[in-house]
């Protein structure tokens, strides 16, 4: 009976558990739906401030072709550049105003996509001056990076922030516009002198009579990027997000629900089945007590059978039961009479189990009595018995490996779950990698398209090309993820032959000339000139991808020197290592250095496939690829491969003649 109240009690705990899932799946669909909410708009401003600067570079290169192309061809004329150019013929106007010019124009016919205009606070004409609190704010930050007497180009970082311009949510962007040539910085001192200029210093509160100087601040550009088309696209897809998360969760809630009814109802059906046994056994226990007298006549006409048919199992058992029905009556001593009997019985038959098991019986029974030294003699009886019953020394070792077998069978299911939940672990963070990979190319994707398409509509056919030229690039780069991919997953036929490792580094050098012509590294190699039985092709890859990581570890460090070690350690194995004087390995680093899409560098950089199918390709050769920090600082990687011995005379290197052959 209390059993089955149990299980009807189990309704209100199963009840909790479907609210604390409900719960817990709410909070992991609220969490999933801000980090795309963050991730999007992350995405959106490296965009928008991406297409900003764009936007400002190509205005004041524009600016600098026409002072040097056109004024400086006006100069050479015995005409120039003059802010008064229309009173004089053959003047052109002054490069700020062309560029205040072009920026107006390009506001008023690109259909809102952007808009720039050049600005400062020593602006020379009205309009130019600083009139909002962007403005204001932008130009303290970028007036705070200059310096008194530059003696080089200023590294100017830009200032930008997001604002709501009526109903449209906009990027302002504002970029520094330097004193780059002596003649802007005479113009500008020039002009600081007149009237006029002194005049509207003093109207706008700032000090007449500056003296610039050159790679000093003179101006700014100010870009705004409308974001609020871009913005709607993110949400609405963060809308379909969210609602594929609230229906694969309901899923899950009605899943979870039907698994925890099931359980439920069988709850019952077993509590059901319970009471009914228990039933059934109180009565059959009522019978037993109102009959034992029959109980007792029939065991006894068991015994005389058992004793006609001169059977000691049968004999034994017939004793067995008439002592357990004597116990049960009170009378120990008449119980005690057939176990004992039924003891020896069980003995000489060699049925070793069932005579401990009687054994046991006694020692209770004596143990109820007083008779400790007699229960303690059957105690030790039962435990020789049970050696008895254990069979042989041969029979116990067979059951002993047998347990032993079944240990080891548990333990590799163990690692094989194990093995299973890495390499769901792994999927995971390919897929997590993949994703992150594809997406910011198919968003600047989209983004160009949209930009070509109003770029067509008024006929600007050069810059649609470079867009467009963009868009290959990008594609370009998903085609090299999918091929990495392939040659991830693919498994290419391995065909070793005897090679020397000095030849594979020169091959893999060879290909790194660009960009080690690029940089000042110095590539320093140690050791003999071992053979290896290797795939010469693999060998190089592996090579190539290990000194471009410590190429671009040691970019921007102190001491650039890459040493490569080649050595024969033992008469089976040849050690390739490749060390830096870079950063090294963090923790998280070491803990997945060669699981694919796992890589420290910046988005765009690298794919993180590198070193998983260098480690791919030197297991395929018998080999093995480790990676560590070096004591004395910086990253060292390396490379185990079987021994070549080469052979003597004529035929030293019998792989090589035969390729050529």
């Given amino acids: 009976m209390r059993k089955w109240l149990g299980a009807r009690g189990k309704a209100r705990p199963s009840r909790n558990k479907v609210l604390v899932l409900l719960g817990v799946l709410l909070l992991l669909g609220i969490g999933h739906y801000a980090i795309l909410l963050r991730s999007q708009e992350q995405i959106i401003e490296h965009e928008a401030v991406q297409v900003a600067r764009i936007v400002a570079n190509q205005a004041m290169v524009a600016r600098s072709v026409y002072s040097r192309e056109v004024v400086a061809k ?26 205040k010019y072009v920026g107006r124009e390009i506001t008023q016919h690109n259909s809102g996509l952007y808009s720039y205009r050049p600005l400062s606070r020593w602006n020379l004409e009205p309009g130019q001056g600083l009139q909002d609190d962007f403005q204001r704010w932008a130009w303290q930050a970028l007036q705070a990076q200059d310096q008194p007497s530059p003696m080089r180009p200023i590294e100017w970082k830009p200032a930008w922030r997001f604002e709501s311009v009526g109903e449209r949510r906009v990027l302002r962007y504002m970029q520094a516009d330097p004193a780059s040539e002596q003649a802007c910085v005479a113009c500008h001192n020039g002009m600081e002198r007149t009237q006029e200029v002194r005049l509207r210093r003093l109207a706008d509160g700032v000090e007449p009579g500056r003296v610039f100087r050159l790679h000093q601040l003179l101006g700014a550009v100010e870009v705004t990027v409308p974001v609020d088309r871009v913005d709607a696209l993110a949400e ?24 925890l009814w099931r359980d439920a109802r069988s709850a019952r059906r077993n509590a059901d089945h319970s009471h009914a046994s228990l039933s059934l056994q109180a009565s059959a226990m009522q019978n037993a007590l109102g009959n034992a007298g029959e109980a007792v006549r029939l065991a006894l006409q068991a015994l005389g059978a058992a004793r006609r048919s001169r059977l000691p199992r049968h004999v034994a058992a017939a004793h ?7 116990h049960s009556q009170g009378r120990d001593d008449k119980g005690r009479v057939h176990w004992e009997r039924s003891l020896a019985r069980y003995t000489e038959g060699g049925m070793y189990e069932e005579a401990r098991r009687v054994c046991h019986k006694l020692a209770r029974a004596c143990e109820g009595l007083g008779e400790t030294a007699r229960s303690r003699d059957l105690h030790w009886l039962a ?32 690692a094989e779950a194990a093995f299973q939940t890495g390499k769901m672990a792994a999927l995971g963070r390919m897929v997590a990698g993949v994703n992150h990979e594809v997406k910011r190319p198919l968003a600047s994707m989209r983004l160009l398209a949209e930009l070509s398409g109003k770029l067509v509509e008024r006929g600007e056919l050069e810059r649609v090309q470079r867009n467009m030229k963009q868009m290959v690039e990008l594609a370009d780069q998903l085609t090299e ?30 290909v790194l000339e660009p ?8 590539i320093l190699v140690h050791g003999n000139d071992p053979w290896a039985m290797v795939d010469a092709q693999r060998v190089r890859l592996i090579l190539v991808n290990l000194l471009s990581n410590a190429i671009e570890a040691t970019a921007d460090s102190a001491d650039r020197r890459i040493h490569v070690s080649l050595r024969e350690q033992d008469q089976r194995s040849v050690v390739v290592r ?11 680093a070491r803990a997945h250095l060669f699981e694919i899409f796992v890589t420290t560098k910046a988005a765009g950089h690298g794919l993180g496939l590198g070193l998983a199918l260098s480690a791919k390709m030197a297991r395929e050769m018998g080999g093995e690829l480790s990676g560590r920090n070096h004591p004395d600082g910086g990253a060292e990687f390396t490379l185990r491969l079987p021994v070549a011995r080469r052979r003597t005379g004529l035929q030293t290197e019998p792989s090589r003649s035969r390729q050529r052959g």
């Fill in 74 to 99: 006006l100069a050479s004329d015995g005409f120039g550049s003059t802010p008064d150019y229309k009173a004089h013929t053959g003047f052109a106007p002054i490069p700020a105003q062309f560029f």
């Fill in 236 to 259: 609405s897809q963060a809308r379909l997000t969210l609602l594929f998360v609230v229906a694969t969760s309901f899923a899950g809630v009605m899943l979870v629900g039907y698994w």
């Fill in 320 to 326: 067995e039961c008439l002592g357990d029905i004597r």
């Fill in 383 to 414: 435990r020789s018995l049970a050696e008895r019953a254990q069979g042989t020394p041969v029979e116990r070792r067979v059951r002993q490996l047998n347990a032993e077998l079944d240990v080891e069978t548990e333990h590799r299911r163990n």
């Fill in 481 to 510: 993820l999918t091929r990495s991919l392939e040659d991830f997953a693919r498994k290419q036929p391995y065909h070793p032959l005897p090679e020397r490792l000095r030849d594979c580094l020169r091959q893999a050098l060879r």
């Fill in 515 to 522: 960009q080690l012509a690029a940089r000042t590294h110095r």
């Fill in 578 to 588: 490749v060390r830096d004087h870079g950063p090294g390995l963090n923790e998280e």
